[in-house]
Structure formats: structure tokens, C-alpha cells
């Protein structure tokens, strides 16, 4: 993996157990998921620790496999990474599954926060120094952010530690159900991430320290089927935007379509977006009516809001008028 991405590309993010569905590359050959989507290998919180020897075995067959069918075949690939347990692991299935760089895009880095996250930063950099050049994605879900005494002092001292790597790390990711099970909270269909309190000030503080320089994808929504799955998605994703998060964390195929649809920006936008980008500013002016003529654009204002705008409607499409 090389080439340059952008966090926005990752969008719903698929998570798999990486010693089950045996059939998956297959699946991705011959294109059964709907797309775009990303694809997460979980040796983490989805494997027992007596069973983590045999799943990286399965893990390495299957992605064996994958490497064989793009070398027969032509299909879309999404964007893949193993969820791993520990740095000593990272540094250790980074060297084992150096045969099959070329289809994987990174790492996922669980509980990431100031108890591992200097040994997590040394494996990255050692994984480096061997050639190896992946992405990382750190997810905040450990139960020691939730003491208001040292959340905002430690949450800015794991930002500066990630500055070191800041060019790796694709995006910043949060464990909704991780936080709610510290509180022994869960929510209901009808329900969103934002309605237990306690988790939602947690995730509100992550993004405020930061999404001014990383994009920060949305926590999993775990319904999938039955009644009000997909309403409860799409409210909690609308809420999700509005709170400076872009992507999701999905657990199943159903959850993917919905998560697109919801990523896409409104023609509305879109022409807005277009405007303030463009703007010259030769007539002196940096403020003017949408095209609508609804709202107020203003260039100095609304320059980030319009990027971001611009990168969804590359990733993701304008929603049909």
C-alpha cells in the first residue's frame, strides 16, 4: 500500500471475524456486497484469546485468496484492514503478512489511548523502518476517557503523540458500544448514540479535539434487520454529520446501501460547496447568496464546511433532485 488516501474514502466501514466467514473471498470476487465499502479482519474483541493463533491462520488464507482472485480477475476491492490486539501483534502480522501488502490498506488499533498508545506509536515506526507502509486507524472505546478529571488533558496528550504519525493515520475511529457497556448501557432501535448521555459527551469530545485535523468516522449501529433498523441508522447518521463524524462502522451487508445514501450531499449543498470553492474574491466581496438565494454564503465562514461537502460528493455522489 502506497498510494495517498483520504479518510473519507473509508465511508462504512464492514467488520468481520477474521476466523469466520471462511467463503468471503468469494464473496468479494465475485462482487456480492454492495458498494463502496471498506472491510475490517477482527483479531480483537470478536476472537476468543484461546482461539487468536488459529484465526490468524484463517486470516491469512483468506487474504491468500484474495490475492489470487485479483490476479485472475478484475473486481472491486475495498479497502482492507486487521483489527489487531496489541503492538507486539502489529509488529509481528505486519512482518507475517508482508506476501499480501499489496491488497491491504492498514491497521486498526483498539483502545487506543494513553496506557498503550506510546507502544502503539513504536510499533508503527518499526513497522515502517521495515518497509512496510500501511495506515492506521486508532479507535478511542477505552473506559479510561471516561474520568472527567484527566479526559481533555489526556485526550490532547495522545493528539501531540499522534502528530509524530499523523501522515498514516487514514482516520480517527470511536467505539459507541465500547463506552456504553463501561456504563452497562445499550441502546434501543428506536434510539440513537446521542440519547445516553453519558457516551454521547464522550464521542462529542473526541471530535471537538479531533476533527480539526483527522476525519472522525461514527460509532456501529448494531441493528440490522426488524423493525425501525434502517429509520434508526438513518436518524442516527443525520446526527452523526451534524456532530462532525463522516463513515460508520457496519456489521452487516443490510447496513452498507444505507450508510451511502445518507453519505451523499443534497444538490443543495453540492452547488454551495462549488461556489465557495471557487470563489476569486476579484470583486471584493466574500459573502453572497446561495445559489437558492435561501442562505448566506460566506467564503470565510463556510471554506471548510465546503470541503468537506466536496470530498463527500467525490466519495459518495449528490443525492437525485
Known amino acids: 500500500m502506497t498510494h495517498e488516501l483520504s479518510g473519507y474514502a473509508v465511508g462504512p466501514l464492514l467488520y468481520c471475524p477474521a476466523n469466520a466467514h471462511g467463503s468471503i473471498a468469494d464473496a468479494l470476487k465475485n462482487e456480492h456486497y454492495p458498494k463502496p465499502f471498506s472491510l475490517a479482519f477482527c483479531l480483537e474483541d470478536t476472537v476468543r484469546s484461546d482461539a487468536v493463533a488459529q484465526a490468524e491462520q484463517m486470516l491469512s488464507h483468506t487474504l491468500e485468496r484474495i490475492c489470487a482472485a485479483r490476479a485472475e480477475a478484475d473486481f472491486y476491492l475495498p479497502l482492507i484492514f486487521i483489527r489487531v490486539r496489541s503492538p507486539q501483534q502489529l509488529r509481528r502480522l505486519a512482518q507475517v503478512f508482508r506476501p499480501y501488502a499489496s491488497i491491504l490498506t492498514g491497521f486498526i488499533l483498539p ?19 521495515q518497509g512496510l507502509d500501511y495506515y492506521y486507524m486508532p479507535i478511542f472505546e477505552s473506559p479510561s476517557m471516561i474520568d472527567l478529571h484527566t479526559r481533555y488533558a489526556h485526550l490532547h496528550q495522545v493528539k501531540s503523540a499522534l502528530e509524530s504519525v499523523s501522515d498514516r493515520v487514514l482516520n480517527i475511529r470511536v467505539g459507541g458500544n465500547d463506552l456504553s457497556h463501561a456504563f452497562g448501557l ?136
Not at 465557495?276 to 454564503?297: C, E, F, K, P, Q
Open 186 to 321: 445499550r441502546r434501543r432501535v428506536s434510539n440513537t448514540i446521542y440519547d445516553v448521555k453519558p457516551v454521547a459527551d464522550l464521542l462529542v469530545d473526541i471530535v471537538t479535539t479531533f476533527a480539526t485535523q483527522y476525519v472522525v468516522s461514527g460509532p456501529v449501529w448494531e441493528y440490522y434487520n426488524g423493525p425501525g433498523w434502517d429509520t434508526g441508522l438513518r436518524r442516527e447518521l443525520e446526527l452523526d454529520l451534524m456532530s462532525g463524524f463522516v463513515g460508520k462502522t457496519v456489521i452487516h451487508p443490510n447496513q452498507i446501501p444505507v450508510v451511502n445514501e445518507m453519505l451523499q450531499v443534497s444538490p443543495e449543498d453540492c452547488a454551495d460547496a462549488r461556489a465557495i470553492l471557487g470563489w476569486d474574491g476579484t470583486d471584493g466581496h466574500l459573502v453572497s447568496a446561495s445559489a437558492s438565494a435561501t442562505r448566506m454564503n460566506e467564503y470565510n465562514t463556510h471554506f471548510r464546511w465546503a470541503d468537506r461537502i466536496a470530498h463527500l460528493a467525490r466519495y459518495y455522489g449528490v443525492r437525485p433532485q
Open 111 to 129: 483502545k487506543f489511548f494513553v496506557e498503550n498508545c506510546e507502544d502503539y506509536l513504536r510499533a508503527i515506526e518499526d513497522v515502517r523502518r
